[in-house]
Protein backbone atom coordinates (compact mmCIF):
# COMPACT_ATOMS: atom_id res chain seq x y z
CA UNK A 1 0.00 0.00 0.00
CA UNK A 2 2.65 2.14 1.05
CA UNK A 3 4.28 1.89 -2.59
CA UNK A 4 1.16 2.63 -4.79
CA UNK A 5 0.53 5.60 -2.42
CA UNK A 6 4.26 7.00 -3.19
CA UNK A 7 3.84 6.02 -7.04
CA UNK A 8 0.61 8.14 -7.13
CA UNK A 9 2.48 10.85 -5.37
CA UNK A 10 5.25 11.06 -7.51
CA UNK A 11 2.69 10.91 -10.84
CA UNK A 12 1.17 13.94 -9.02
CA UNK A 13 3.88 15.68 -8.49
CA UNK A 14 5.02 14.82 -12.15
CA UNK A 15 1.58 15.66 -13.55
CA UNK A 16 1.06 18.77 -11.30
CA UNK A 17 3.28 21.36 -13.84
CA UNK A 18 0.93 20.69 -16.53
CA UNK A 19 -2.12 20.37 -14.77
CA UNK A 20 -1.25 23.77 -13.82
CA UNK A 21 -0.37 25.53 -16.86
CA UNK A 22 -3.22 27.11 -18.75
CA UNK A 23 -4.56 24.81 -21.46
CA UNK A 24 -7.49 27.28 -22.70
CA UNK A 25 -8.22 27.66 -26.36
CA UNK A 26 -7.18 30.91 -27.68
CA UNK A 27 -10.22 33.21 -28.28
CA UNK A 28 -10.74 36.20 -30.29
CA UNK A 29 -9.49 39.22 -28.66
CA UNK A 30 -11.98 40.62 -26.31
CA UNK A 31 -11.92 43.61 -24.24
CA UNK A 32 -10.63 43.35 -20.71
CA UNK A 33 -14.24 43.05 -18.97
CA UNK A 34 -15.11 40.20 -21.57
CA UNK A 35 -11.64 38.42 -20.59
CA UNK A 36 -12.26 38.81 -17.03
CA UNK A 37 -15.66 37.53 -17.21
CA UNK A 38 -14.42 34.15 -19.63
CA UNK A 39 -11.71 33.73 -17.10
CA UNK A 40 -14.23 33.30 -14.37
CA UNK A 41 -16.37 31.13 -16.54
CA UNK A 42 -13.25 28.94 -17.68
CA UNK A 43 -12.12 28.15 -14.57
CA UNK A 44 -14.83 26.90 -12.96
CA UNK A 45 -14.76 24.62 -16.51
CA UNK A 46 -11.22 23.63 -16.55
CA UNK A 47 -11.18 22.49 -12.65
CA UNK A 48 -14.52 19.96 -13.54
CA UNK A 49 -12.47 18.85 -16.37
CA UNK A 50 -9.75 17.36 -13.99
CA UNK A 51 -11.00 13.60 -13.32
CA UNK A 52 -11.18 12.52 -16.96
CA UNK A 53 -7.64 14.26 -17.83
CA UNK A 54 -6.04 13.44 -14.67
CA UNK A 55 -6.94 9.57 -14.49
CA UNK A 56 -5.72 9.29 -17.97
CA UNK A 57 -2.71 10.91 -17.25
CA UNK A 58 -2.22 8.82 -13.79
CA UNK A 59 -2.92 5.74 -15.75
CA UNK A 60 -0.15 3.96 -14.65
CA UNK A 61 -0.01 4.40 -11.03
CA UNK A 62 -3.60 3.95 -10.78
CA UNK A 63 -3.16 0.89 -12.52
CA UNK A 64 -6.04 1.14 -14.39
CA UNK A 65 -7.23 -1.59 -17.10
CA UNK A 66 -7.28 -1.23 -20.66
CA UNK A 67 -11.04 -1.75 -20.72
CA UNK A 68 -10.95 1.44 -17.92
CA UNK A 69 -8.64 3.88 -20.22
CA UNK A 70 -11.20 2.97 -23.01
CA UNK A 71 -14.26 4.09 -20.98
CA UNK A 72 -12.69 7.03 -19.33
CA UNK A 73 -11.19 7.93 -23.13
CA UNK A 74 -14.98 8.03 -24.06
CA UNK A 75 -16.22 9.76 -20.90
CA UNK A 76 -13.47 12.20 -22.02
CA UNK A 77 -14.25 12.52 -25.62
CA UNK A 78 -18.29 13.00 -25.27
CA UNK A 79 -17.68 15.61 -22.36
CA UNK A 80 -15.38 17.70 -24.15
CA UNK A 81 -17.65 17.51 -27.32
CA UNK A 82 -20.88 18.85 -25.20
CA UNK A 83 -19.13 21.41 -23.76
CA UNK A 84 -17.54 22.55 -27.11
CA UNK A 85 -21.31 22.68 -28.37
CA UNK A 86 -21.80 25.22 -25.39
CA UNK A 87 -18.99 27.20 -25.61
CA UNK A 88 -18.92 29.34 -28.49
CA UNK A 89 -22.33 30.46 -28.45
CA UNK A 90 -20.96 31.46 -24.58
CA UNK A 91 -18.37 33.11 -25.97
CA UNK A 92 -20.92 35.00 -28.24
CA UNK A 93 -23.22 35.76 -26.22
CA UNK A 94 -20.74 37.39 -23.75
CA UNK A 95 -19.47 39.64 -27.03
CA UNK A 96 -22.63 40.32 -27.82
CA UNK A 97 -23.63 41.61 -24.30
CA UNK A 98 -20.27 43.92 -24.31
CA UNK A 99 -21.08 45.17 -27.88
CA UNK A 100 -24.54 46.77 -26.59
CA UNK A 101 -22.44 48.36 -23.68
CA UNK A 102 -21.05 50.62 -26.91
CA UNK A 103 -23.84 52.76 -27.48
CA UNK A 104 -24.18 55.97 -26.30
CA UNK A 105 -27.50 55.24 -24.43
CA UNK A 106 -27.25 51.03 -23.68
CA UNK A 107 -30.33 49.27 -23.56
CA UNK A 108 -29.77 47.28 -19.94
CA UNK A 109 -32.60 44.74 -21.05
CA UNK A 110 -31.26 43.62 -24.10
CA UNK A 111 -27.31 43.21 -22.47
CA UNK A 112 -29.07 41.55 -19.53
CA UNK A 113 -31.11 39.02 -22.02
CA UNK A 114 -27.46 38.29 -23.58
CA UNK A 115 -25.79 37.81 -20.73
CA UNK A 116 -28.63 35.66 -19.46
CA UNK A 117 -28.24 33.66 -23.03
CA UNK A 118 -24.25 33.09 -22.39
CA UNK A 119 -24.58 31.74 -18.82
CA UNK A 120 -27.14 29.60 -19.74
CA UNK A 121 -24.89 27.96 -22.32
CA UNK A 122 -22.35 28.11 -19.15
CA UNK A 123 -24.21 26.35 -17.63
CA UNK A 124 -25.10 23.75 -19.77
CA UNK A 125 -21.10 23.53 -20.66
CA UNK A 126 -19.99 23.23 -17.17
CA UNK A 127 -23.31 20.43 -16.52
CA UNK A 128 -21.87 18.41 -19.44
CA UNK A 129 -18.26 18.55 -17.92
CA UNK A 130 -19.80 17.75 -14.24
CA UNK A 131 -21.66 14.70 -15.38
CA UNK A 132 -18.00 13.65 -16.72
CA UNK A 133 -16.15 13.99 -14.02
CA UNK A 134 -18.36 11.72 -11.90
CA UNK A 135 -19.04 9.24 -14.52
CA UNK A 136 -15.30 8.85 -15.18
CA UNK A 137 -14.63 8.48 -11.26
CA UNK A 138 -17.58 5.45 -11.00
CA UNK A 139 -15.45 3.58 -13.73
CA UNK A 140 -12.55 3.47 -11.03
CA UNK A 141 -12.44 0.96 -8.02
CA UNK A 142 -12.90 2.28 -4.66
CA UNK A 143 -9.35 1.84 -3.76
CA UNK A 144 -8.54 4.13 -7.16
CA UNK A 145 -10.48 6.22 -5.92
CA UNK A 146 -8.80 6.90 -2.78
CA UNK A 147 -5.69 7.42 -4.60
CA UNK A 148 -7.38 9.65 -7.26
CA UNK A 149 -8.47 12.28 -4.34
CA UNK A 150 -5.14 11.96 -2.72
CA UNK A 151 -3.23 12.89 -6.09
CA UNK A 152 -5.91 15.63 -6.59
CA UNK A 153 -5.46 17.04 -2.86
CA UNK A 154 -1.68 17.49 -3.47
CA UNK A 155 -2.05 19.14 -6.79
CA UNK A 156 -4.74 21.52 -5.15
CA UNK A 157 -2.17 22.10 -2.20
CA UNK A 158 0.46 22.98 -4.51
CA UNK A 159 -1.47 24.92 -6.92
CA UNK A 160 -2.83 26.77 -3.47
CA UNK A 161 0.83 26.93 -2.50
CA UNK A 162 2.02 28.65 -6.25
CA UNK A 163 -0.58 30.82 -6.24
CA UNK A 164 0.08 32.36 -2.58
CA UNK A 165 3.76 32.91 -3.55
CA UNK A 166 2.48 34.56 -6.97
CA UNK A 167 0.61 37.00 -4.99
CA UNK A 168 2.81 37.70 -2.64
CA UNK A 169 5.88 38.86 -4.76
CA UNK A 170 5.99 42.42 -5.61
CA UNK A 171 5.78 43.29 -9.49
CA UNK A 172 8.97 42.98 -11.13
CA UNK A 173 9.04 46.76 -11.57
CA UNK A 174 8.06 47.37 -7.77
CA UNK A 175 4.59 49.34 -8.75
CA UNK A 176 1.33 48.08 -8.44
CA UNK A 177 -1.13 48.35 -11.17
Known amino acids: ?3 SIAVTMAA ?3 AAPAM ?3 QRPTMTPMTHAQG ?3 EMMMGGMMAMTDSPDLILKLR ?4 LSESQVQRVKAIQESAHSGMQQHMMPAMQGMQAAMKLLEAP ?3 F ?3 EAELRKAANHMVLAHSAMARADVDARLVL ?3 QRERLAFARKIMAEMKDGMMKDSMMKPPKDGMMK
Request: charged share 20%; glycine share 4%.
Open 1 to 3: MRT
Open 12 to 14: ALM
Open 20 to 22: AQD
Open 36 to 38: GMM
Open 60 to 63: ESLE
Open 105 to 107: APD
Open 109 to 111: ASY
Open 141 to 143: TAP
